[in-house]
Nanobody, 115 residues
Framework: QVQLVESGGGLVQPGGSLRLSCAVS????????MSWYRQAPGKQRELVAAITSDGSTNYSDSVKGRFTISRDNAKKTVNLQMNSLKPEDTAVYYCNAKVYTQEHWGQGTQVTVSS
């Protein structure tokens, strides 16, 4: 059974930091392309950051320079370090695993940036 379990969300003040983690089980993690998406109320789900199986990364323009995605193949986890958070970063953040036609999602974790 494939499981992606996100953790680390919460309430943080503008300018603060959070670290999201996604624990993956039930798949050969090291071959999967891993991503973080987010969805704010009333908006479409959007790609935030991605990391390929060989460690190449890319980021949306809105988070570039503030967020860092990383993966630990031994622990089967993917992390998203979020710094200098802004109110517009408020959303539910989802972990995504994809290889060829196989794609899996986590249940999401809420991130709220507010004073």
């Amino acid at each position: 059974q494939v499981q992606l379990v996100e953790s680390g969300g919460g309430l943080v003040q503008p300018g603060g930091s959070l670290r999201l983690s996604c624990a993956v089980s039930g798949v050969l993690f090291r071959v999967y392309h891993m991503s973080w998406y987010r969805q704010a109320p009333g908006k479409q789900r959007e790609l935030v950051a991605a990391i390929t199986s060989d460690g190449s990364t890319n980021y949306s323009d809105s988070v570039k320079g503030r967020f860092t995605i990383s993966r630990d193949n031994a622990k089967k986890t993917v992390n998203l370090q979020m710094n200098s958070l802004k109110p517009e970063d408020t959303a539910v953040y989802y972990c995504n695993a994809k290889v060829y036609t196989q794609e899996h999602w986590g249940q999401g974790t809420q991130v709220t940036v507010s004073s």
